[in-house]
C-alpha cells in the first residue's frame, strides 16, 4: 500500500485503487504512469520524454520465456500513451546490436537495426531514446524534462550542484545528442555509480527508475520536488531574477488589444513561405521574462533541452517596440518591423550555411516561431494550433530553465552546431516525412457567422475536417455553449474558438475579430452565414421585419466583411469571403418581399465587394441555398408557416415539396451548403471571385445565365 505524499513543486496523482485494477499488468501500469507524469507540464512538454518498462514474456516462435521492453514509440506523448503507442522489443537482442556498434559515426544506421529487435508486430516505430532504456537494468525507467531539472542540467556549473544537491544519489552525463552511445554512457554511469537513483544528462533532462511503476513515479517526483525547492531556495540569493525589471507590463485588458491588434501584422510577416496558425500568451513567467533587463542577454543564446529548440527554433524574435505603440498606421508598423524580420531571416539562413553538412535536409522555414514583444507577451506561429500552442509551452519552459539556471549559476545553451545537428537531423527530417501531408484548409483561419447551428455549424464541421480553424458565433449564449461543448467533444480545443456575435453590432464584430487574432492570429475565410426569414404578404409586412432583415442580412453581411477586411489587410495574405444568399435573390415568389429584396441586395453587394477585393488577392464568392430545414433557426420561426401557406401546403409536406419542384428531385441539407463552401475554399478555385454557385436541387428560375 502506497502512502500519499505532499509535494509543493509536483502534482502527485497517483491512486491506489486505480493502480490495483492495473495489478499484474505490468504494461497497463507504465501506460497510467506515463499519463499521470504527462498530465503534469512542469515534468515533461507536450510530446517530451519517454518511459519505459521490462517485462517476461513467452516467445512465440520458442515457447522460452524472454524479457520485452515496451517503450513509448517515436513521435508519442505520454501524456496521452495508450497500448498501441508503445514499441516492445526483445531486451537480449537490443543489447546485442553492441556487438555491431563500430561508433558514433554509426549512430543514425543503428536506429534501423532497432527492428531487427521488435518483439510486437503491431509496435510503434521505436524511439531515437530505445537504448538509453534498453542499457539500463531496471525493470521501470522514466525519461523526463522537467523544468527543474534541466535548469540544474543547464547550467554553467551543473554537475557539481548534482553532486551536492543530491549527495552522489544521481549521476551526471554531458550533453549529447540521444542516440546508441548516449545509452552506453549511461550504463556506464551506473556502472562507476551503483546504487545511484538517476541520472542527470547535461543541458537536457533526467532519468529515473524503480523496480515497480509506483516506486519509479515516486522516485522521478523526489527528485525533480528535490531540483525545485533547491531553486525556490536560491531565486533572488544572487540578485533580481533577471537582472530585475527594465519596463513594467499594460494592464491585463491593453495587453489583450495590443496583442489583437498587431498578431495579424506579425501573422502576415510569419506567413512569407506558408501560412500559419498563432497562439498568444501573456502568462506572468513570460511577462517577467520579457520585461527583464536579462531579455536582451539571454533571449538570443536559445533554449538548451533539444526538446525546446525543435519547437521554438534556434532564438526568438524580440519587438522592439514600446508596449504602448500606436499601431493603428498599419504601413507605419509594417515599415518599423521589415528590418527585424529580415534580419532574423538572414540570421537563420547564415546558422543553417554555416552548420550544415553535405547530407543536411533542406532549409526549413526562415522565419521565426516565437516572438516576444515585451510588455504585452509572446507570440508564437507554427502549422497548426497545437503545434503553436506547444511552442509556446516549450519557450515558456525555457524560460523557466533560465530563469533557474541563472538563479543558482550560469544559463548556458547548446552551441550553435550541436543545435543544428538535433533541428536538421536526419532521423527528425524522417519522422517528419511519415507525417501525413497537410489538409487544404491547414493553416487557414475560418470566422463563420451564425455557426452554433444550421448551415453555418456545418460550414465549420467541413473546414475543421479539412484542416482549418474555426471561430463559432451566434447571438444566441444557450445554443452557442452547445455548439462549444460538441466542437470540443469531436475536434479538441485548439480546433475553435467561440464567442457571442451580434452582426448588427460593430463593436461585438470587432471583439470577434479580436478574438480570433489571439486564438489563432487573424482570419483568412469570412463565411456571412448569420440570417432570419420572415414571410408575410406585402401588406402584413411590418417596418420592424423590414428593419431587422436588412439589418442582419444586408447591414450584417456588410459589417462583419467591413471589419474582417481590416484584418486581412494586416495580414497581406489574400483570403476569401464567401456569402450564403439564397435562391430568393434571384427568383420571385408570393409573400416574399422584404426577405427577398434583402437576399438581392446581399448577392449585388457581394458583386461589389468582388470587383473592390481582387486587388488585396480577396476573392468573394456566392452560395445560394434553397429550403435547407434541417437545425435552421429559420424553421423554429414562422417562416415555414408562411411558406407553406403560400404554396398551399401543409408544414409537413414542405420537405417534399421543396424537392419535388427542383430538377433533381433532392431535399437540400446543411451539408451540402458546407460542400460548396469548401469547393470555393479548399484550393481548386483560387483564381475564381465574384461567381454564384446555386445548391438548391436545380432550380431553373435560378440560374444566373
Given at each position: 500500500m502506497s502512502i500519499v505524499k505532499e509535494f509543493k513543486h509536483v502534482n502527485y496523482l497517483w491512486e491506489d485503487s486505480v493502480a490495483a485494477k492495473l495489478a499484474g499488468d505490468e504494461v497497463a501500469l507504465l501506460i497510467y504512469r506515463s499519463n499521470l507524469l504527462g498530465a503534469d507540464l512542469r515534468l515533461t512538454n507536450y510530446g517530451g520524454g519517454n518511459t519505459s518498462c521490462k517485462t517476461i514474456e513467452k516467445d512465440p516462435i520458442t515457447g522460452d520465456n524472454t524479457e520485452v521492453m515496451w517503450i513509448k514509440g517515436s513521435g508519442g506523448d505520454i501524456g496521452t500513451l495508450k497500448r498501441s503507442g508503445l514499441a516492445g522489443l526483445y531486451v537480449d537482442r537490443l543489447r546485442s546490436l553492441e556487438n555491431v556498434y563500430k561508433g558514433i559515426e554509426q549512430e543514425d544506421e543503428m536506429v534501423e537495426l532497432f527492428n531487427h529487435c521488435i518483439f510486437d508486430l503491431k509496435s510503434k516505430a521505436p524511439s531515437i531514446d530505445t537504448p538509453l532504456h534498453g542499457f539500463l537494468p531496471f525493470k521501470h525507467i522514466d525519461h523526463l524534462h522537467p523544468d527543474a531539472a534541466i535548469s540544474i542540467a543547464a547550467a554553467k556549473d551543473g554537475r557539481k550542484i548534482t553532486q551536492e544537491l543530491f549527495n552522489g544519489a544521481i549521476g551526471w552525463v554531458d550533453w549529447q545528442k540521444p542516440g546508441f552511445d548516449l545509452g552506453l554512457q549511461l550504463k556506464q554511469c551506473l556502472a562507476e555509480n551503483p546504487g545511484i537513483r538517476g541520472i542527470m544528462l547535461g543541458s537536457h533532462g533526467l532519468f529515473t527508475w524503480g523496480d515497480t511503476a509506483y516506486d519509479c513515479y515516486i522516485n522521478s517526483l523526489e527528485i525533480i520536488e528535490a531540483s525545485a525547492e533547491y531553486l525556490e531556495q536560491n531565486y533572488g540569493k544572487k540578485g533580481p531574477v533577471f537582472g530585475g525589471q527594465r519596463i513594467e507590463s499594460l494592464e491585463a485588458d491593453a495587453r489583450k488589444k495590443q496583442a489583437a491588434a498587431i498578431a495579424?501584422?506579425?501573422?502576415?510577416?510569419?506567413?512569407?513561405?506558408?501560412?500559419?496558425?498563432?497562439?498568444?500568451?501573456?502568462?506572468?513567467r513570460v511577462l517577467e521574462f520579457i520585461n527583464s533587463n536579462d531579455l536582451d542577454r539571454l533571449a538570443p543564446m536559445g533554449t538548451s533541452c533539444p526538446d525546446h529548440f525543435l519547437r521554438t527554433k534556434i532564438s526568438p524574435l524580440v519587438l522592439e517596440l514600446e508596449a504602448n505603440a500606436n499601431l493603428a498606421d498599419i504601413d507605419d508598423l509594417k515599415e518599423k518591423l521589415t528590418p527585424a524580420f529580415e534580419a532574423y531571416r538572414h540570421m537563420y539562413r547564415a546558422y543553417y550555411d554555416n552548420c550544415k553538412h553535405d547530407n543536411s535536409p533542406a532549409i526549413r522555414d526562415s522565419n521565426p516561431v516565437v516572438v516576444l514583444y515585451p510588455g504585452v507577451g509572446m507570440f508564437t506561429f507554427s502549422k497548426d494550433k497545437q503545434t503553436a500552442r506547444v511552442a509556446a509551452e516549450f519557450y515558456t519552459n525555457a524560460i523557466n530553465v533560465m530563469k533557474g539556471a541563472e538563479a543558482v549559476s550560469e544559463y548556458t545553451s547548446l552551441p550553435r552546431q550541436e543545435a543544428f545537428d538535433i533541428e536538421y537531423w536526419l532521423l527528425e527530417e524522417a519522422k517528419l516525412s511519415r507525417q501525413p501531408k497537410p489538409k487544404p484548409l491547414s493553416g487557414r483561419i475560418a470566422l463563420i457567422t451564425g455557426s452554433a447551428g444550421g448551415i453555418g455549424k456545418a460550414i465549420a464541421k467541413r473546414f475543421v475536417d479539412e484542416g482549418g480553424v474555426v471561430v463559432i458565433n451566434d447571438n444566441d449564449s444557450g445554443r452557442l455553449e452547445s455548439a462549444r461543448t460538441e466542437f470540443n467533444t469531436q475536434?479538441?480545443?485548439?480546433?475553435?474558438?467561440?464567442?457571442?456575435?451580434?452582426?448588427?453590432?460593430?463593436?461585438?464584430?470587432?471583439?470577434?475579430?479580436?478574438?480570433?487574432?489571439?486564438?489563432?492570429?487573424?482570419?483568412?475565410?469570412?463565411?456571412?452565414?448569420?440570417?432570419?426569414?420572415?414571410?408575410?404578404?406585402?401588406?402584413?409586412?411590418?417596418?420592424?421585419?423590414?428593419?431587422?432583415?436588412?439589418?442582419?442580412?444586408?447591414?450584417?453581411q456588410f459589417l462583419v466583411t467591413q471589419k474582417g477586411l481590416a484584418v486581412m489587410r494586416k495580414q497581406a495574405l489574400g483570403g476569401d469571403i464567401i456569402n450564403i444568399v439564397s435562391k430568393n435573390a434571384l427568383v420571385s415568389g408570393p409573400n416574399n418581399a422584404g426577405y427577398g429584396s434583402a437576399k438581392a441586395a446581399q448577392l449585388h453587394l457581394s458583386r461589389l465587394n468582388a470587383a473592390e477585393l481582387g486587388g488585396d488577392g480577396i476573392r468573394v464568392n456566392v452560395v445560394n441555398p434553397d429550403a435547407v430545414i434541417s437545425d435552421s433557426k429559420i424553421w423554429e420561426s414562422g417562416w415555414a408557416e408562411g411558406r407553406a401557406k403560400a404554396y398551399g401546403v401543409t408544414v409537413a409536406e414542405l420537405p417534399a415539396y421543396y424537392a419535388k419542384r427542383t430538377l433533381l428531385n433532392k431535399i437540400i441539407l446543411p451539408d451540402d451548403i458546407a460542400n460548396a463552401c469548401f469547393v470555393l475554399v479548399g484550393g481548386l478555385l483560387n483564381k475564381s471571385t465574384g461567381n454564384v454557385l446555386n445548391v438548391d436541387g436545380g432550380v431553373a428560375m435560378a440560374f444566373v445565365r
Open positions: 495579424p501584422v506579425l501573422r502576415g510577416f510569419c506567413s512569407s513561405e506558408r501560412h500559419m496558425i498563432g497562439h498568444f500568451t501573456d502568462d506572468v475536434f479538441g480545443k485548439d480546433a475553435f474558438a467561440a464567442v457571442l456575435l451580434d452582426v448588427t453590432d460593430s463593436e461585438k464584430i470587432v471583439n470577434a475579430y479580436n478574438e480570433a487574432a489571439l486564438a489563432f492570429g487573424g482570419v483568412d475565410i469570412i463565411v456571412n452565414c448569420a440570417g432570419l426569414s420572415i414571410s408575410k404578404p406585402i401588406q402584413d409586412h411590418t417596418e420592424k421585419d423590414w428593419d431587422i432583415l436588412y439589418d442582419v442580412l444586408v447591414k450584417g
